[in-house]
């Protein structure tokens, strides 16, 4: 309820740490509530899988977040974190403006392909719209 008012609102997804999530990734700290969420996720994770089947200790936790202190086991996954925790995204101006409420999903301003996620819609434009970018940042002015 919180996240939606705060992005209807706001216009703006607002970070809430994982401490109501029971199952937790250890490598990246994301929480969810089903383990089966937590086992489909992991797999993201794969240059790391040998780091599920120990304990990981201080030496393991090399890769330090100078935004949050968060330490991680790899620099990939300290990228992860930072790009979806602390980066502000080149389109943010667009949030409000491509979610579309009978959906519940963004659209893309210039082929309509949709995205549940704000960040993968700023993903698809960067990959997908490098020629037609400028003209979503002239609608936005």
Do not use: W
């Amino acid at each position: 309820i919180f996240k939606n008012h705060c992005f209807q609102i706001h216009g703006r997804r607002v970070p809430i740490d994982a401490s109501d999530k029971k199952f937790k990734c250890k490598l990246c700290y994301s929480g969810f509530s089903k383990i089966r969420d937590l086992k489909g996720h992991m797999k993201i994770h794969k240059e790391d899988q040998e780091a599920f089947e120990r304990e990981l200790t201080d030496d393991d936790l090399k890769y330090l977040c100078s935004t949050c202190e968060q330490r991680f086991v790899s620099k990939k996954i300290l990228e992860y974190h930072t790009n979806r925790n602390h980066k502000e995204m080149e389109f943010e101006e667009l949030r409000r403006s491509a979610f579309d409420e009978e959906d519940k999903k963004f659209k893309c301003k210039l082929c309509y392909a949709t995205f549940k996620h704000f960040s993968v819609l700023n993903s698809h434009i960067l990959q997908n719209h490098q020629a037609e970018k400028m003209l979503l940042k002239s609608t936005i002015a």
